[in-house]
Every structure is written in C-alpha cells, then in structure tokens.
C-alpha cells in the first residue's frame, strides 16, 4: 500500500475522524435525550431494575432478597441497589433512563480514547447518535434499565487502563462491575493470558468480599446456592424463553434436539476460547499500540460466553458492539469487513421483518448476530493478516501530530497523551 494513494478505507477513516459540525453534535445529543425520555414514559420503564430493587427492599424489610426467584445476582449487587431503592419512584423514573445512557456513553468515550479518537470527531459525536437510533438493543436497554449497562461501560474502562498497563485498576474496574452483575467473570481469562496476576485478584476479591459482607446482611443467603443458580442453569423458565438469544435455547424452537444444541453450543464457545487466545499470540503490526490485540481478544471471549450462557439476551451484545465500532479506526479491523455489517443487520432498527420473526421469535434474530459476530470474530482471530505486513515496509511516511480534533486520521502509531 502507497501513503500517496490512500484506500477508500483510509479516506472513510479520515473523513470520520475530523471535526463533526455542531449540527451534528446536537442531532446526537437529541437523539440520547429523546430515547431517555421516551423511555421514561413508558408503562414497562425499568422493568429488569426493578428486580434488584426489589431485593434491595427485601433486605431493608429484613426478608431474604433470594426468595424471589427473578434475582439472580450475587449478595454484592442487594448492597449496590440500596441507595436506589432509597429514591423515589416518581425520581427514579427519570433518573435510571439517564443513568443507563450515561454509563453507555461513559462506555463509548472510553472506546474512543483507547483508540485516539477525537472526541469531537464524526465518529465520536455521529457515531454514538447512530448507535442509538439504528440499535434496537441500545433502546431495550434503556427502557428496561437492564444492569447490563455497567458490564457495557466496565469493560472498555478496564480495556483502556489494562493498555495504559494499569491492570490493578483495570481489575478493580471489572471487579466491581461484577459485583454489580456476574457478566464480565469471563474475563478474567484476558488477565490469565496476559499474567497480571495482582490484577486478576482484584478482580476477584472485591465481589467475593462484598458479597461475604452482603451474605451477612441477609437472612438465609444459601438460598442463593440452593434456589437461585439451579434456576439460572436451567435458562429460567417459559417467561425467559422468547428472548434467550442462546443458542442452546433457540436451536431446540427450530427442531433440533436439546443435547445436540448443548454439544454444538458449548463446541462453538470452545472454539471461541481457542481464538481469542491464538489472537492474543498474535501481536498487532510493528508500531501499533495493541489496542485492537485488547480489544478482539477480550470481545472474542466475551462472545465465546454469550454462546452458552442461559439466557442470552439481546442487548448483552452492547458490552461488545461499541468498543469493535470503534476499532474500525485501525487497519485490519472487523468493522472494515462487509460481514461485520451483515451480521448487525438483524438488530438494525427500521428493517420490515417478517411478523413471524418479531415478539416471542426475536430471538431468532439475536442468535443469528451472536453467532455471526462470534463466527467473524474466531475466523479473523484464527487468520494471519497480511496487509499489515505492506504497511509496516514502507517508508518514507513523515511523522505527523494531530489536535484533539484534527481533520485527519491519527496514526495507528502514535500514542497520543490522555
């Protein structure tokens, strides 16, 4: 590849990353606040948080949070809900919307700066207003203030300190954040890989240790172990069902037996496992920050869980999504593939699908994007790249610096100052 003859991929990243127009920046914002609003008026609004808040105010009433069977966090979270069981309803109607799209925009912003994006760039500023209004999950999340919105803002903050080497704070970063909810254990695998072993500590002894101290809170805490994970391990139930995106969970709606869907479900996460940690082998090209290394290697094992996870659901995918939008910046990216867009157009909002496929089959959809982001991801990750190579041998290429809002890309070997 010639630097005086730039690719249309080179070009599009260019013109992402300059300055986004202040029409733009408030279209975005907008955007966020009519869904957030929207969400606030609607009969159903916080219907998953409510679970915790529920348990929050069984704790308070001095009742066993695990009697109801809904909850399904660890004693840690029952500590974590207390402040909000505290506010108002007629306060928290408008409050968790906003929360929930704060900590997905805290999500994106830490994307962003692990990857150098201006954040006043057309991919900063359109991008987060595109993901909104074109996600359906984004929407699902809000309005159901669902505290998968934590996982999605927990793992590109850890991302982002783990490349800054900062891997105790990236621990306590993910730690709390299973405190919170249970999503983000397989990630511990990512410190495994890497052998930052303080920091994988962290990450496990902060939820151990607030959820000993929430155990001592609340009367009979082994219900967690005698009701509450036999009811997780078996998918829950019937109310569950319809929107379990797994595809231990899809595959027997469409005819196939239930232990071939477990055998196929668990090869394929297997199989993610595998590359995520071939992918991490692999280092990025000479002079790239190994940003997307983090990145793909963390997301791969993310998606290799959400395959035999029961339930799956829809908008778990946003731990994953933002950060690999985002990492289209850099050569080599999946974002640059075709495919990447093909299996997200599932989830895309506006397209006139089937009634067959919508309500109680949605799901049906939502294993064909996991899958389909976890198949594209393991098949990239388990390749050699080769454009790569051509880049790093030519020369000749002036060193360049660039303002917080250059109109030009940064390049994919600098490492700009937070």
């Not at 069977?69 to 660890?74: E, I, T, V």
């Not at 004693?75 to 906003?98: D, G, K, T």
């Not at 790249?385 to 109109?407: D, F, I, K, N, Q």
């Amino acid at each position: 590849m010639r630097w005086d003859r730039p690719s249309t991929a080179g070009r599009v990243t260019a013109w992402l990353l300059g300055p986004a127009p202040r029409p733009w920046r408030w279209v975005s914002a907008g955007i966020l606040l009519v869904i957030a609003v929207s969400a606030s008026l609607q009969t159903k609004w916080g219907s998953d948080n409510a679970f915790v808040v529920k348990a929050a105010d069984a704790l308070l009433a001095g009742v066993s949070p695990y009697e109801d069977k809904r909850f399904l966090y660890l004693p840690s979270a029952v500590i974590m809900a207390v402040p909000e069981a505290m506010v108002p309803q007629a306060v928290l109607r408008w409050l968790l919307p906003v929360g929930m799209t704060g900590l997905l925009g805290a999500g994106w912003w830490a994307s962003l700066r692990l990857f150098s994006v201006p954040l006043c760039s057309r991919m900063a500023v359109g991008g987060f207003g595109l993901l909104a209004l074109a996600y359906k999950p984004y929407v699902n999340l809000v309005m159901l203030g669902n505290w998968t919105a934590i996982s999605a803002a927990a793992l590109p903050v850890a991302l982002l300190l783990a490349h800054r080497r900062s891997w105790g704070a990236a621990g306590l970063v993910v730690g709390l954040a299973i405190a919170c909810k249970p999503m983000l254990v397989p990630l511990g695998l990512l410190f495994v890989l890497a052998r930052q072993w303080r920091g994988l500590a962290v990450a496990v002894l902060v939820p151990v240790g607030m959820s000993l101290l929430g155990a001592l809170l609340m009367p009979s805490p082994t219900l967690f172990f005698t009701k509450t994970l036999p009811f997780l391990f078996k998918g829950q139930d019937a109310y569950a069902l319809p929107w379990d995106a797994s595809p231990i969970a899809v595959l027997p709606r469409l005819g196939v037996p239930e232990p071939v869907a477990v055998v196929l479900a668990g090869a394929g996460a297997l199989g993610g496992l595998w590359a995520a940690w071939a992918r991490w082998r692999r280092p990025d090209a000479e002079g790239d920050g190994g940003e997307l290394r983090l990145v793909e290697t963390a997301c791969m094992v993310m998606l290799a869980a959400f395959l035999v996870s029961r339930p799956s659901f829809d908008h778990y995918l946003l731990v994953v999504v933002p950060v690999l939008l985002v990492s289209g910046v850099r050569a080599g990216s999946m974002p640059r593939s075709p495919w990447f867009w093909a299996a997200l157009l599932p989830q895309t909002a506006g397209v006139p699908w089937p009634s067959e496929l919508a309500a109680k089959r949605r799901a049906f959809k939502d294993m064909a994007t996991l899958c389909g982001l976890a198949g594209l991801l393991a098949r990239r990750a388990l390749r050699r790249r080769r454009g790569t190579l051509e880049l790093v041998r030519t020369t000749g290429s002036p060193p360049r610096t660039e303002p917080e809002c250059a109109a030009t890309p940064v390049s994919t070997g600098s490492r700009t100052a937070f």
